[in-house]
Structure formats: structure tokens, C-alpha cells
């Protein structure tokens, strides 16, 4: 019996399990939004922070450095120190990158590491109403009727928005002229005066528009309907199966991080996203929260990796 207790006792003092027994942060923690403020990123962080602070003892503070579709930040993270105190949340940019430039200044998959899913704001298909289709089989009809005559928008090239498009238009069969915006604003204002006819748009973007009859919605890239529009179909309902597009938000650290440090921010940040309280928040901004394991992150970054490697070829998106 006593050996068994000094072994246990042992076991305590060694350092792998005094870590994970004790690392908590002793600064604030720093996330860099590789993005304009007031963003979803923005968002899904101001809404999280005071839960995290609460459950961490340190604050989140969030911190936008956009520039460089997204290296700029991502670059400061991968090269930070791997305690926990500097995370990167992102979104498809990161998974669309290493496809898009030949060369980054960090490398997507030893330089950064997953700490959790955050949740996705599903894209949705909307149109202007003066176009005479209401689905998806009405507007894939019309586009080979009318090829070329259709054009679209996105917040530029090699973004989910663009590929997600240009995805789609492969597998219906059409052909749409892409028109790249610097933002998801203009893109609404020339989709508004009918200056293009169609976009794929996030949802908490989309609905305001729908809702007043300003635009139609004609499907939602989603495995699921969304409750803000529970009549709209998903594209997979209306004959293309498993088709997605959406702005998914992930949490990243650095590579090096010890894995009791990313297991801890993991379980807390899991924790927070799945209180009642935040879920609701979330889901009235149009965010579905997907909170993963770690391993589950990491094996949804390396699906979209090579999704969006694909439609980057096929698409020939170049950098803007």
C-alpha cells in the first residue's frame, strides 16, 4: 500500500502531469483577428471573452491586424511564444491559402495548431428579386439558358465566397461572371441596385435583406436548414449532395504549444461556446457552434485544405 501511494505521489511531481494539473495563464490572452473589426470573429470573441475570463482568470483581448489576406496576423501568432497567451482566430482564408500563394511566411501545418472549432456562418444563396428563378433547379435553368449573363459577387478572389461559387457553378453546369468587391458591403449594395444578380452571402448579413423582401434567398450551402430562414431549402435538398460553403471560425496557436496547455484552452473554450447562454448569443448572429476536439479541428482544417486546393485549380482563382 505504501508503495502504490509513493508511486502515485511520484507521479504528481512529474513535470508532463504537473502541467496539466496547473497551467492556467498568468497574463491576459492575446487573439489576433486577422480581419477588420466588427466582424463575425469579432463577434464570436466579444460574446465568449468575459465567460473565458471567468473560467481562465485572465481576459481575452481581442486585437484586429488585418492586411495581407490574413498572413499579417497569422504570421505574429506562428512565430509567438507557444504558452498559451498568443491564439489566432480565423477563418477560411487560413485553409484557402496555402493554395492560393506559392510561398507563406509560416507553414500552415507545423508553425500553427488547432485549439477548437468555433461555430460557422452557413452561406447562403440570394439573388436579386427582379430575377425570375425561386430555387436552386430555377436558377441553374436560367443560367444555361442565359450563359454569361448572370454575374455575381464576391469579397474577392480566392475567398470562400468566390470558390464556394465558382464550386457550385462546376457542378450545375453554368457559367457566371465573378465581379470581386473588397467587402461583403458593396457587394450587398451593387446586389441591392441589381447591379449583379446574385451572391453567396453569410447569413447574419443575408437576412436582414431577405426578411424585407430587398432580396430572395434561393438556398442555403448547408447540411441543415438555418432558423433565421426555416423555409429555404439546402442546396444538397435541391439535387447537388454534400455541398457546402460557409465562413468557419477556428481558434489556432502556435505550433509548439505544449499539448497540456492546448488541451486545457481547449476544454475552457469548448466549455464557454457550449453554455446555453453563448450558444443562444451565437445562434441569434447567425453562427452555429461547432465547438471540437482538438483532433476533430485538425481534421476539418485538413479537409478544407484540400477542398479549397481543388477549387482553387479548377477555378484559376488568382490573388487580387
Given at each position: 500500500m505504501k508503495t502504490i501511494c509513493f508511486l502515485l505521489a511520484a507521479a504528481f511531481l512529474l513535470p508532463g502531469a504537473a502541467t496539466a494539473q496547473q497551467w492556467a495563464p498568468t497574463q491576459p490572452i492575446r487573439v489576433l483577428i486577422p480581419y477588420a473589426p466588427v466582424g463575425t470573429s469579432d463577434i464570436i470573441g466579444r460574446i465568449m471573452s468575459d465567460r473565458v475570463a471567468a473560467r481562465l482568470g485572465q481576459p481575452l483581448v481581442l486585437?484586429?491586424?488585418?492586411?495581407?489576406?490574413?498572413?499579417?496576423?497569422?504570421?505574429?501568432?506562428?512565430?509567438?511564444?507557444?504558452?498559451?497567451?498568443?491564439?489566432?482566430?480565423?477563418?477560411?482564408?487560413?485553409?484557402?491559402?496555402?493554395?492560393?500563394?506559392?510561398k507563406l511566411p509560416y507553414d500552415s501545418d507545423k508553425d500553427l495548431t488547432a485549439v477548437t472549432y468555433a461555430g460557422v456562418t452557413p452561406h447562403v444563396l440570394v439573388v436579386h428579386p427582379s430575377l425570375?428563378?425561386?430555387?436552386?433547379?430555377?436558377?441553374?435553368?436560367?443560367?444555361?439558358?442565359?450563359?454569361?449573363?448572370?454575374?455575381y459577387?464576391?469579397?474577392?478572389?480566392?475567398?470562400?465566397?468566390?470558390?464556394?461559387?465558382?464550386?457550385?457553378k462546376k457542378q450545375?453546369?453554368?457559367?457566371?461572371?465573378?465581379?470581386?468587391?473588397?467587402?461583403?458591403?458593396?457587394?450587398?449594395?451593387?446586389l441591392l441596385s441589381n447591379q449583379i444578380q446574385v451572391a453567396f452571402a453569410n447569413t447574419p448579413n443575408a437576412v436582414p435583406y431577405v426578411q424585407?423582401?430587398?432580396?430572395?434567398?434561393?438556398?442555403?450551402?448547408?447540411?441543415?436548414?438555418?432558423?433565421?430562414?426555416?423555409?429555404?431549402?439546402?442546396?444538397?435538398?435541391?439535387?447537388?449532395k454534400g455541398f457546402e460553403s460557409n465562413s468557419a471560425y477556428i481558434f489556432l496557436a502556435p505550433g509548439a504549444t505544449p499539448v497540456a496547455i492546448l488541451d486545457r484552452l481547449n476544454a475552457e473554450f469548448a466549455a464557454v461556446l457550449n453554455?446555453?447562454?453563448?450558444?443562444?448569443?451565437?445562434?441569434?448572429?447567425?453562427?452555429?457552434?461547432m465547438a471540437s476536439s482538438r483532433a476533430d479541428t485538425t481534421s476539418f482544417i485538413r479537409r478544407e485544405m484540400a477542398k479549397y486546393a481543388e477549387a482553387v485549380k479548377f477555378s484559376g482563382a488568382k490573388v487580387d
Open positions: 486585437e484586429n491586424r488585418p492586411g495581407g489576406s490574413t498572413q499579417i496576423a497569422t504570421e505574429i501568432v506562428a512565430k509567438s511564444k507557444p504558452d498559451g497567451h498568443t491564439l489566432l482566430l480565423v477563418a477560411n482564408t487560413f485553409m484557402v491559402n496555402p493554395a492560393l500563394f506559392g425570375p428563378v425561386k430555387n436552386l433547379k430555377e436558377f441553374i435553368a436560367y443560367g444555361k439558358a442565359n450563359p454569361g449573363r448572370l454575374s459577387g464576391s469579397v474577392g478572389n480566392g475567398t470562400s465566397f468566390h470558390l464556394g461559387m465558382e464550386m457550385l450545375a453546369g453554368i457559367f457566371v461572371v465573378h465581379i470581386p468587391y473588397k467587402g461583403m458591403g458593396p457587394v450587398l449594395t451593387d424585407s423582401g430587398k432580396l430572395r434567398a434561393i438556398a442555403i450551402a448547408h447540411p441543415s436548414r438555418m432558423p433565421q430562414l426555416p423555409d429555404v431549402a439546402t442546396i444538397d435538398e435541391q439535387g447537388i453554455e446555453p447562454a453563448i450558444r443562444g448569443e451565437l445562434t441569434k448572429q447567425g453562427v452555429e457552434v
